[in-house]
């Protein structure tokens, strides 16, 4: 009788151990959250301060009240505890300072203060940046940039590439490039090996119409010490450049909060797939980032070969 | 804390205050008379009574304060014929006595069976709490993918799962992989596993004995806070040469074991992949199986110095190497190449110091260490770790109530971290002493009682010195003859620290002035019960807590800090900084295993509930969460049999006696699918200041969609089960024996998800819906493979 009972268990287990299970999203995880987006740059007015809302997945995005056009956004000055309201702008969605008489300056600490309600419930959020020290600058004679061919090689026969070379500012370690190409288009795109890495890997146009806007905005960054130096590189590679045609650069010198937003806020999922929280600063129902910049601007162009 | 020093304090005043009883003692070794292998864990017992004591790792044993009038021991090991023998004048006066054990299963014609309860409880009351023991013998029975695997078996226990299918890493009631202390023959191992999980370090033909202490572990322990796992290789068969081969789809091995006279005993292993040889030459397979292999082998030597003095050396080395193409089709695909292994060696110096004082001690390196190559992006990276050691571990039998543990450990560290690319390089290079000693003292009032406390002194140098005391408590009674119960507290603590990555090649570094050492309290109650002749029943409580953990950044980028540049202009990290989170937790749970150890079926049943929870200050806003590797409910079942006997049970008909039998082999793992975070939302936004809507309307732009994730491990994935089953024919003939088999790993081909994915496939401008992908574990696997032992 035992020796049947072992048998049948055995038969059990393996009954059991078929099948193929399903996997869905639990939507009930969803918490309403304000979404803060603003920097502010030394030597210019607070300005372009966006609020916005998180939605459901698999839900019909609220466009209608997808910017928070009715929140209360109070900015600080800590130093001289200055405390200002924000005014919407309807044709930059955002929040600025109405006036020009309050400028952000280098090494401030500003705070700011959000509150508004979404889908019935009131939220409010924080953040503290404190802006970059001077410093930061692009060394147009060191650096790389104007108009390359492709594939153009230099004297000692190693291919020519854009390098930005800039003087860094104490205290900040993150320098990001904004790549934005300004002639994007299926006729301009460089059928390449060089852009083997990237989505695109036949020679067929409807794949780069598929990716064109991934390929047309692209972001490279280099981290360095934070003490300041007179000469820092930045090297943007082929794999930035998918087209023919002209190119601005915005180059920024990020602060600790913008940093952490630039790096982790799009990778949020691990290698096995489980997600992972975003580094963002600021407190209670906020996402998104407040933080501070530096930034010059540059124009390249690859000329075809 | 308080508490337990207080007892600490008891004990040793009343060790040291209790007055000695003089009386005569005897002490030896017990070995298996076929092999000459030491026997550990026998029972020495005073014939007639339930005293006496076990065999320590080397088959040592010391008993003292013998009564007047006594007359015979008797020595019980499971598996094996008892053994008595009158005790002589002589035998009292420090000669050494030596008990060889025959084995019950002399051939396959008769399986002769013997234990009893006596001897059971007795085995079970010597144990330490929470302290499993597993042989080779047991590992090789397990059906398994591949081949018999010791941390694939170790995950058949109560309190111990894996990650996933793709790894051998355990973690032990709620502990992390790198909480794990591994030994083999006293060496530290790190990193004990080849890839993807199929393989560890450790190759089970050589392996005569495991211990695993998953909590509870005594003061002669340290440096780990969560468990132990200390492998005993075989010594060699010192009466003949024997030795087994075995060959599969996947991979051949073979150990020998052999006899050196009077000297002593050789073993050695060697053991070696070759799927990408075999089922990688496979046209359908070609693109899926990797360009991998490995090879490992160890060597043992057992010198005999004198009848007190013996000497063990071994070696270790293993090598893994893998050529990873990115587009196997294209020869000039750009390639990965990895590779990594560990080796160790040691000396071992065993003496009996005195007929009640037992020593050993060691000299051993460790050293594991991988090599990156990524030619095409110009990133190299070398990960290594070395470690130096000495160190001594006594017993002393003070008398019949007192007996005594203490030793030292000198480690010398050296944790290596170099990469570099065009534009940054890392340079992390440590050295870091270790030392440590401790004093274990056992205190036996009566035969129903046990008590013992130790303390233990850890001192670790680093840019920064700790100077830790961490006291152990352990209390036993004998409720009867056939039921005990345990309590067992204590304070562990840990100084090195693992970076995990996604397969293969975890990262150490050591605590510093960035990271604190980890704490960890343990409280554990146990009850065993032999149920009968050869049925056990153990049931534990436990609750950790945790003080310091860190847990590796994922997003360390942003926190971290350049010290300035190299020679090169490149920018130069040279510490751990901003690496680790660090935060506390707790892991609390019960678990119970059914063992049957004799009888037609042989086996396991056991269960698990756990709850681990983690609080970090950069995780989860701060509140508290479940960690990956939390799984609630886990209930593992292992079932071996002879199938012509149960047969005959079935229908109570007698067996034909043969030289050949049919064993079946079942693994059933039952486990709570493990914690997961999912997105629970989305937001407009883009990465660097100058985003706008531009693009938008066309699903792009510098501004998009980006998801934000939940409650951190807040849901689950499926419930993970599967059944392995192994089908064995062992035919035996004068001298040699075969056995071929065929082993089925999830042989219900269950889906078991070992994560998901989501694709942006479905990011519109009116809806954000990322789409599922689920990635599926191993699905049924046959393996057929065939073992010859001579």
Same mark, same amino acid.
């Given at each position: 009788m035992k020796t049947l009972n072992v048998l049948i268990l055995s038969a059990a287990s393996l009954l059991t151990s078929c099948g193929n299970p399903d996997v869905s999203l639990d939507e009930s995880d969803y918490a309403p959250k304000l979404v803060v987006e603003g920097y502010l740059f030394p030597g210019t007015a607070p300005s372009n301060i966006r609020i916005t809302r998180n939605f459901r997945l698999n839900k019909p995005i609220p466009v209608e009240n997808l910017v928070l056009q009715d929140a209360t956004v109070r900015l600080t000055r800590v130093a001289d505890g200055r405390s200002e309201l924000l005014v919407f702008n309807p044709e930059a969605l955002a929040f600025s300072y109405p006036g020009t008489d309050w400028v952000v300056g280098f090494d401030e600490t500003w705070r700011i203060d959000v509150t508004a309600t979404v889908d019935g419930k009131a939220l409010s959020t924080s953040s503290e940046t404190t802006t970059p020290k001077a410093g930061f600058r692009l060394n147009p004679d060191q650096s790389v940039v104007g108009a390359i061919r492709y594939n153009e090689k230099n004297p000692d026969g190693s291919y020519k590439a854009f390098k930005l070379d800039f003087r860094t500012s104490e205290g900040i370690d993150l320098y990001a490039a904004s790549i934005v190409a300004l002639d994007a288009d299926i006729r301009n795109y460089i059928f390449s090996p060089v852009n083997r890495y990237v989505e695109v890997q036949e020679k067929d146009s409807s794949d780069v119409k598929e990716t064109l806007n991934s390929l047309k905005y692209q972001s490279v960054f280099t981290v360095t010490p934070l003490s300041a130096t007179d000469h820092q590189e930045l090297n943007i590679d082929w794999f930035g450049c998918a087209f023919y045609g002209r190119y601005r650069v915005i180059f920024y010198a990020m602060e600790k909060n913008a940093k952490s937003f630039y790096l982790t806020h799009q990778d949020v999922q691990d290698q096995d797939g489980n997600f992972v929280e975003p580094k963002m600063a600021l407190t209670g129902d906020g996402i998104g980032v407040f933080g501070s910049a530096l930034a010059d601007t540059v124009f390249l162009e690859v000329l075809r070969p | 804390m308080k508490p337990l020093l207080t007892c600490l304090i008891l004990l040793f005043t009343g060790a040291v205050q209790a007055e000695l009883i003089p009386g005569n003692s005897v002490s030896g070794f017990v070995y298996d008379k076929e092999t000459g292998e030491a026997l550990i864990g026998a029972s020495v017992l005073l014939s007639g009574t339930t005293r006496g004591t076990s065999t320590n790792t080397s088959g040592f044993f010391a008993l003292t304060d013998l009564p007047e009038g006594f007359r015979t021991l008797e020595v019980r090991y499971i598996g094996y014929r008892p053994a008595k023998r009158e005790i002589t004048a002589a035998d009292l006066g420090g000669k050494k006595l030596i008990f060889n054990l025959s084995p019950d299963q002399i051939s396959l014609k008769e399986v002769v069976v013997t234990a009893d309860s006596a001897g059971t409880i007795k085995k079970l009351f010597d144990t330490p709490v929470s302290q499993l023991e597993i042989t080779g013998i047991e590992i090789r029975k397990i059906p398994q993918i591949v081949e018999p695997d010791l941390l694939r078996s170790l995950q058949t226990l109560p309190g111990i799962v894996p990650a996933s299918d793709f790894s051998s890493q355990v973690y032990v009631r709620g502990g992390t992989p790198d909480q794990n202390l591994y030994m083999v023959d006293g060496t530290d191992i790190y990193n004990p596993e080849h890839a993807f999980g199929l393989f560890s370090t450790f190759n089970t033909d050589a392996i005569k004995?495991?211990? /695993?202490?998953?909590?509870?572990?005594?003061?002669?322990?340290?440096?780990?806070?969560?468990?132990?796992?200390?492998?005993?290789?075989?010594?060699?068969?010192?009466?003949?040469?024997?030795?087994?081969?075995?060959?599969?789809?996947?991979?051949?091995? +073979?150990?020998?074991?052999?006899?050196?006279?009077?000297?002593?005993?050789? +073993?050695?292993?060697?053991?070696?992949? @070759?799927?990408?040889?075999? /089922?990688?030459?496979?046209?359908?397979?070609?693109?899926?199986?990797?360009?991998? @292999?490995?090879?490992?082998?160890?060597?043992?030597?057992?010198?005999?110095?004198?009848?007190?003095?013996?000497?063990?050396?071994? $070696?270790?080395?293993?090598?893994? $190497?893998?050529?990873?193409?990115?587009?196997?089709?294209?020869?000039?695909?750009?390639?990965?190449?990895?590779?990594?292994?560990?080796?160790?060696?040691?000396?071992?110096?065993?003496?009996?110091?005195?007929?009640?004082?037992?020593?050993?001690?060691w000299l051993t390196a460790s050293q594991f260490d991988s090599e990156l190559n990524f030619k095409q992006v110009n990133f190299t990276e070398i990960n290594k770790i070395r470690d130096l050691t000495v160190k001594g571990n006594l017993e002393y039998a003070w008398s019949q109530e007192h007996s005594l543990r203490f030793g030292f450990e000198s480690k010398f560290l050296k944790p290596t971290y170099l990469?570099? +690319?065009?534009?940054? @390089?890392?340079?992390?290079?440590?050295?870091?002493?270790?030392?440590?000693?401790?004093?274990?003292?056992? $205190?036996?009032?009566?035969?129903?009682?046990?008590?013992?406390?130790?303390?233990?002194?850890?001192?670790?140098?680093?840019?920064?010195?700790?100077?830790?005391?961490?006291?152990?408590?352990?209390?036993? $009674?004998?409720?009867?003859d056939l039921q005990n119960i345990k309590l067992s507290a204590g304070v562990y603590r840990q100084y090195i620290q693992r970076v995990p990555r996604f397969f293969i090649g975890d990262i150490w570094v050591t605590s510093d002035q960035y990271i604190p050492p980890s704490r960890s309290n343990h409280y554990i109650l146990g009850y065993e019960r032999v149920i009968s002749d050869g049925v056990t029943l153990q049931a534990e409580v436990f609750y950790k807590t945790y003080r310091n953990l860190n847990a590796y950044k994922k997003f360390f980028l942003a926190d971290i800090v350049s010290e300035g540049h190299d020679d090169q202009g490149r920018t130069l990290y040279t510490s751990t900084r901003g690496l680790f989170n660090t935060g506390n937790g707790t892991s609390t749970g019960f678990e119970a295993l059914l063992k049957k150890d004799l009888g037609i079926a042989t086996g396991w049943i056991g269960y698990t509930y756990s709850s681990t929870d983690y609080t970090f200050g950069g995780i989860n806003r701060g509140k508290t969460f479940h960690p990956r590797h939390d799984r609630s409910h886990t209930l593992n079942g292992i079932l071996n049999t002879e199938l012509e006997k149960a047969w005959a049970a079935l229908w109570g008909t007698t067996p034909e006696t043969k030289n050949s039998r049919w064993i079946l082999g079942v693994n059933f793992v039952y486990s709570t699918g493990q914690p997961i975070t999912t997105p629970a939302s989305a937001y407009l936004a883009g990465s660097l200041p100058d985003s706008g809507t531009d693009g938008l309307e066309e699903g792009g732009g510098n501004i998009g969609f980006s998801l934000y994730p939940g409650e951190i491990n807040a849901s689950r994935l499926p419930d993970y089960i599967r059944a392995d089953i192994s089908l064995t024919w062992e035919k035996r003939y004068e001298t040699w024996s075969m056995a071929p088999y065929l082993q089925i790993f999830n042989a219900g081909n269950r889906q078991n998800v070992w994560f998901i994915t989501y694709s942006d496939d479905s990011r519109e401008t009116t809806q954000v819906s990322p789409k599922i992908e689920k990635v599926s574990m191993f699905p049924l696997i046959p393996t057929i493979g065939i073992t010859f032992n001579f």
């Open positions: - | 004995n495991v211990v /695993i202490s998953k909590g509870g572990f005594g003061a002669e322990y340290g440096g780990r806070l969560s468990s132990v796992v200390d492998v005993t290789n075989l010594d060699g068969n010192r009466n003949q040469f024997t030795g087994t081969a075995n060959i599969s789809l996947l991979s051949a091995k +073979s150990t020998v074991q052999i006899p050196l006279g009077r000297y002593g005993s050789l +073993s050695g292993s060697l053991r070696r992949t @070759y799927f990408d040889k075999t /089922i990688g030459q496979i046209e359908s397979l070609k693109e899926k199986v990797p360009d991998y @292999y490995f090879i490992d082998g160890n060597l043992k030597a057992l010198i005999d110095l004198n009848e007190t003095n013996k000497l063990t050396v071994s $070696y270790f080395g293993g090598r893994d $190497y893998l050529n990873f193409k990115f587009n196997p089709d294209a020869e000039e695909s750009d390639r990965m190449l990895f590779d990594w292994g560990n080796k160790t060696g040691s000396l071992k110096w065993l003496s009996v110091l005195s007929p009640t004082l037992f020593a050993n001690f990469s570099e +690319s065009s534009d940054v @390089y890392v340079d992390i290079h440590d050295s870091r002493t270790h030392l440590s000693g401790y004093i274990q003292e056992q $205190y036996k009032p009566a035969d129903a009682w046990l008590f013992e406390a130790g303390l233990r002194l850890d001192h670790f140098v680093a840019d920064k010195t700790f100077t830790d005391f961490s006291p152990r408590l352990v209390a036993k $009674y004998n409720i009867d």
